[in-house]
């Protein structure tokens, strides 16, 4: 017969399961060097194939494509992750500024028969 304190070590709700690390140990080695690595080896072994004419293209693009969505998964999963989270309501917009009218500086005088005048900022 168990006892009731050892059930409640076990089943502690502060700390992180098994199963938590046990998924977190293998997105540790899916996204970390050892999957690098091996989309590295991948793509120059397909360019390899693709050059000597063993491998069409369009398998070479599967790979290719496969390394990329593997490697790009958490930041296309975090794109994806924030079409769904609730959106507040927009901020109102701030009071519109009274816009001066005219142009405060005056006219600038009209350039020479010189194509390049220079720089265009005005000698006051």
Request: glycine share 12%.
């Amino acid at each position: 017969m168990l006892e009731l304190s050892a059930i409640a070590t076990y089943s502690a709700p502060g700390e992180p399961g098994v199963l938590a690390n046990a998924v977190g140990w293998i997105t540790g080695t899916l996204l970390g060097t050892v999957a690098t690595t091996a989309c590295i080896i991948a793509v120059a072994l397909v360019g390899f194939s693709m050059l000597a004419g063993r491998l069409p293209v369009r398998q070479g693009a599967r790979v290719v494509l496969g390394c990329f969505l593997l490697l790009g998964a958490p930041m296309i999963a975090s794109a994806f992750g924030g079409f769904w989270q609730s959106r507040s309501a927009p901020a109102p917009a701030p009071p519109a500024a009274a816009a001066p009218t005219g142009n405060p500086r005056g006219d600038l005088p009209p350039v020479d028969s010189e194509p390049y005048a220079g720089a265009s900022l005005r000698r006051d």
